[in-house]
């Protein structure tokens, strides 16, 4: 039968998850029944927005259910059909589904989405896969940005803040990011074209550093940091300016009593500002077009998203971890060694 390596929770973390947080918990490779098919995982992305299913009574609940302790856990993979029970998959594709963080995952051809192989199959955990659609979601769908305006976004070096300040620039606006450390900051505007980058690990006031980099205010703050990141940003908003929060990940490992607040709520009232959370999937519909337009900016240079490949299905929970240490830069990605 042979072994399937799977990740199942351990225990609730406190805090950053660490080796307590999840047990490797081998079994049998599943068999495929009538219209499945048996994938081989070979990338297992590790995502942030993650966390909050960690806990018992995740914020969110519609979009967050909590994992059981003894669960497999994980997301969206990517991997090679080893068997079919399908006709539309035969042995050898790629294909993408939510396949979770082990070797071998049986899954329906009805949700699983087949990959292009000459596009390179981590491309479907990146660009077109759900960073590149909650970037476009967060920022096309909800934020609605028009040529000339200037766009903030926050923890701007990662997956989704690195795709949605491109998809910015092109579509004509100004685009200032914000990022921990001088490299990641060099980076979005060397290599990804960003107008302008603030570190925020050097700046004590985080309010003042944008403001010097936006004179003339900002139109959309795409944050994905959490409360205190949209509190000190918020003055900076112009009148009827748009506030996309996408991710909360600086709260993500605070109890709810100890995540800040926020106070510049009269801003919204003086200036007529609107903020709206994003759940990627509400925005379904959208997906033809947003993949489509991503992949031909990404065919033509426009477009790009930097990969950490790390090599080992035992390294997947420290991967993990390591996206809360801020050391991480766009999209981190284990490549496993199933055998």
């Not at 992305?45 to 299913?53: E, K, L, Q």
């Not at 506030?243 to 605070?254: D, K, M, P, R, S």
């Not at 050391?327 to 284990?334: L, M, N, Q």
């Amino acid at each position: 039968m042979g072994v399937n390596r799977r990740f199942v929770l351990a225990q609730r973390p406190e805090g950053v998850p660490d080796a307590r947080t999840f047990l490797r918990d081998d079994v049998a490779i599943p068999e495929p029944g009538e219209g499945e098919i048996l994938v081989r995982n070979v990338f297992i992305p590790v995502d942030p927005g993650m966390r909050p299913a960690l806990t018992a009574n995740p914020i969110g609940v519609d979009a967050f259910e909590a994992f059981p302790i003894g669960a497999l856990v994980g997301y969206m993979t990517v991997g090679a059909v080893i068997e079919s029970r399908d006709p539309a998959f035969k042995p050898g594709d790629w294909v993408t589904d939510m396949m979770m963080w082990q070797d071998y995952a049986v899954t329906s051809g009805k949700t699983a989405r087949k990959i292009d192989a000459a596009v390179g199959p981590t491309a479907a955990l990146g660009i077109l896969g759900i960073p590149g659609l909650s970037a476009w979601a967060g920022l096309v769908c909800l934020a609605a940005p028009q040529p000339g305006e200037t766009v903030v976004v926050t923890s701007a070096a990662g997956a989704v803040g690195s795709i949605a300040g491109q998809i910015a620039k092109n579509i004509g606006c100004r685009v200032v990011g914000v990022a921990g450390g001088a490299d990641k900051c060099a980076w979005l505007v060397s290599e990804l074209g960003f107008d302008a980058a603030v570190d925020y690990r050097a700046e004590p006031d985080i309010g003042a550093a944008v403001r010097r980099a936006c004179p003339e205010g900002v139109d959309i703050l795409f944050d994905n940091v959490g409360n205190a990141s949209i509190d000190a940003l918020m003055p900076l908003l112009r009148i009827n300016g748009r506030i996309t929060i996408c991710g909360q990940v600086a709260e993500y490992n605070l109890p709810l009593d100890q995540r800040p607040g926020i106070h510049n709520t009269g801003r919204f009232v003086s200036h007529r500002l609107s903020m709206r959370g994003l759940f990627v999937y509400d925005h379904a519909a959208h997906f033809p077009e947003a993949l489509a337009t991503m992949a031909g900016w990404a065919a033509k240079g426009r477009l790009t998203l930097k990969e950490t490949i790390i090599d080992g299905f035992d390294n997947i929970p420290a991967a993990f971890a390591s996206l809360f240490t801020g050391k991480a830069a766009g999209r981190t990605i284990v490549r496993i060694d199933a055998d």
